[in-house]
Structures are given as structure tokens and as C-alpha cells.
């Protein structure tokens, strides 16, 4: 059996069949943090009313591109300009910074995935460019970021343990 304990999207990536029956041997959790980047959009309009001009940052996956039509859709309802960066290479960062020059945007969505890896250097580029930052993991915050929105992982795995115990009990990962 797999249990998942932090997955964004399963169904999406074709790795279930749909999230209220994953079917076979597969179940666990889904965090919705791509849902929420819509959201973070909207905490981030209600927080700065003058907001015109986001970018949205995220490292290479496959749910980049959906999370960003998803989220350029609340951005013309909010008024905002919303420039989508996909880094290949987390080596790149800098790089994005140095190309906003004077046409800086007044914030920057982080895209869930690998802000663990990248968020404190993400956090101080912003800061010396005097963006506003949100995301989903509080590492975003505990740098100096403005705000995060999504879920407490650390209770998505204790809860992700109990599915473990259930099956080890006896129950099939399908129908949990």
C-alpha cells in the first residue's frame, strides 16, 4: 500500500483515479496548497488595496502551469497584472531578481513544492526588493515574509500515520 501523507493534486498527476475513491492500493492526504494560491492572491489584494503587479514563482512541475491559469483568472477579477516565473534551476533565482530591475512587482506568490528548499533565499531577495511575499509554509514567514496561507503539514502527517495504522489493521487503502 502507498499512503500519501503531503500530495498535492494525485488526481491531477494521473497517480489516482479521483481523491474521494483513489481505488487500489494507493490513499492519504492532499494538502489543495496549488488550490490555494488563488487565495493567497486574494489575502494578498486585501492586505496592500493599491496591489497592480504580481509574480508568481514556482520551481519546475507539472501543476505549475494549471496553478497559473487557475490563478490569472482571480487575478483579472482582482485587477492585478500577474507575471508566471517557472525556475528549471533553483540556481536561477538571483537571476529573476536582477531582471525586475525598475519594474519590480509589488509582490511575489510562491508556489508550493520547494519552498522549504528555496524560501529563506527567496525571502531575503524579496526583502531587499521591498516585495511583500506569501505562500504555503511558514518558513516563508519565520524568514521575515509577509504572510502564508495553507496547511499545518506537521498534523497532515501525524493524521497520514493513523491511515497506516488502519491499514495495518486491516482495512484497504482504497476505501479509506
Known amino acids: 500500500p502507498v499512503v500519501f501523507a503531503l500530495a498535492d493534486?494525485?488526481?491531477?498527476?494521473?497517480?489516482?483515479?479521483?481523491?474521494a475513491r483513489p481505488g487500489a492500493n494507493i490513499t492519504g492526504l492532499t494538502t489543495l496548497n496549488f488550490e490555494l494560491s488563488t487565495k493567497r492572491l486574494e489575502l494578498l489584494k486585501e492586505t496592500i488595496p493599491n496591489l497592480t503587479r504580481v509574480t508568481v514563482l514556482g520551481l519546475?512541475?507539472?501543476?505549475v502551469p494549471i496553478?497559473?491559469?487557475e490563478t490569472e483568472a482571480a487575478a483579472r477579477a482582482l485587477g492585478?497584472?500577474?507575471?508566471?516565473?517557472?525556475?528549471k534551476d533553483p540556481r536561477d533565482l538571483d537571476g529573476v531578481f536582477q531582471r525586475f530591475g525598475k519594474d519590480s512587482p509589488g509582490a511575489l506568490l510562491?508556489?508550493?513544492?520547494?519552498e522549504v528548499v528555496y524560501g529563506p533565499r527567496t525571502v531575503s531577495l524579496a526583502l531587499n526588493?521591498?516585495?511583500?511575499t506569501i505562500g504555503g509554509q511558514t518558513v516563508l514567514t519565520d524568514a521575515g515574509g509577509l504572510m502564508v496561507y495553507g496547511p499545518r503539514t506537521t498534523d497532515m502527517s501525524?493524521?497520514?500515520a493513523t491511515y497506516v495504522d488502519k491499514?495495518?489493521?486491516g482495512t484497504k487503502p482504497g476505501d479509506l
Open 9 to 19: 493534486r494525485p488526481d491531477v498527476l494521473g497517480l489516482v483515479s479521483s481523491l
Open 60 to 63: 519546475h512541475h507539472p501543476l
Open 67 to 69: 496553478t497559473v491559469k
Open 80 to 87: 492585478i497584472q500577474l507575471q508566471a516565473i517557472e525556475l
Open 110 to 114: 510562491l508556489l508550493p513544492g520547494r
Open 129 to 132: 526588493h521591498r516585495l511583500a
Open 158 to 160: 501525524f493524521r497520514a
Open 167 to 169: 491499514i495495518l489493521k
